[in-house]
């Protein structure tokens, strides 16, 4: 529609902008990209040298670049922005929204996330087939997600298989009245069953253990050495299935119109934008919008209540504050009158 007539891939992220081959990305190419899982670019981790990057641009000559990525890569987009900037370069960067994590702040949601919700679907119903298959059974599953638990709290939700969800947002802890024990314990005498999703970063500070691990270690110590109660557990780390299948229909409408919002936008002049549905209307964000913060899920938040009154589970930390603030004031007096703040109030 533009007349564009060359259009290139950068091979392994922003390293492959230091080598020398591109991948030619024509209408033949890209034909059937969307119905597979990965990506035909390659990925990598870091390698974001700016001066190196934008050197790479300006000897292509290329004038429009669309980066493609999560939270992290946006914020590499935004850099490479500045120094082009700096340069005072005719080059328009346009960032696109795609990871399985949904991190990136101010937009609805990024490519990915729907098709990693569903994917998960399937391994939270083999964690729930498993622990109603046997006597006091234990399903866990581990989703991705090291500093947001939207994969777990929506996989959770759209499942209602889960009886409880622990994501890094929300602080928890296994041991004593109102903890996770306690509340598996419960389910089990209620239910004799139980699946737990947890979600990669929950619980955890700087130290990266495998969490799903860890709690099923915990879990069975516990049951077996403190409790002497026998348990049957289950854990399923479906982590890169969920990330390496093809996008499903939603998620190929929806990156059809973050790339068509995308190349609009760059055509018409603008840039230094990520693009992206806000509200439902596809939006052009300003990198510093972007960058300035970390999409998380907000456990006070309506969303994250629904969740706690689908699984049943307690927000652990207010059960324990509710309990300490009914043991401290256990002893003290009812007030008999009105004080004056209660009768006058202002
Ligand atoms: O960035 C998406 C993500 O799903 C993170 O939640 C997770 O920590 C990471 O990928 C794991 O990927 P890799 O093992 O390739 O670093």
Known sequence: MYGVTRVMGIDGGYRG?????????????????????????????????????????????????????????????????EEITRRGLNVAVVGIPKTIDNDIPVIDKSFGFDSA???????????????TSFENGIGVVKLMGRNSGFIAMYASLASRDV?????????????????????????????????????????QDDEQVDVGLWISKKIKEHFSKEKKMMINLKYIDPTYMIRAIASNASDNVYCTLLA??????????????TVGPVNNTHAYIPFDRI??????VDITDMMWAQLLSSTNQPSFLSTTRSADI?????????PTQLSDEETNPC
């Not at 990057?53 to 670049?65: K, M, W």
């Not at 009914?326 to 009812?334: F, L, M, R, S, V």
């Open 291 to 296: 960058t300035e913060k970390q999409n998380k």
């Open 163 to 203: 009886d409880c969800c622990l994501i890094p947002e929300s602080d928890y802890y296994l041991e004593g009245r109102g903890g996770v024990f306690e509340y598996i314990e419960q389910r089990l005498k209620e239910n004799g069953h139980m699946v737990i999703v947890v979600a990669e970063g929950a619980g």
């Open 17 to 81: 902008f230091y080598s020398k081959n591109t991948i030619p990305l024509t209408p033949k190419v890209v034909n059937d990209i969307h119905k597979r899982g990965g990506t035909i670019l390659g990925s990598s981790r870091g390698g974001h040298v700016t001066k190196k990057i934008v050197d790479s641009i300006q000897d292509r000559g290329i004038n429009q670049v669309y980066i493609i990525g999560g939270d992290g890569t946006q914020k590499g987009a935004s850099v490479l922005f």
């Open 326 to 334: 009914i043991e401290a004031n256990k002893d003290e007096e009812p």
């Open 117 to 131: 919700v569903e994917e998960a679907q399937r391994a939270i119903n083999a964690a729930h087939v498993e622990a």
């Open 260 to 273: 068509q919002s995308a190349v609009h936008g760059a055509m018409a002049g603008y840039t230094g934008f």
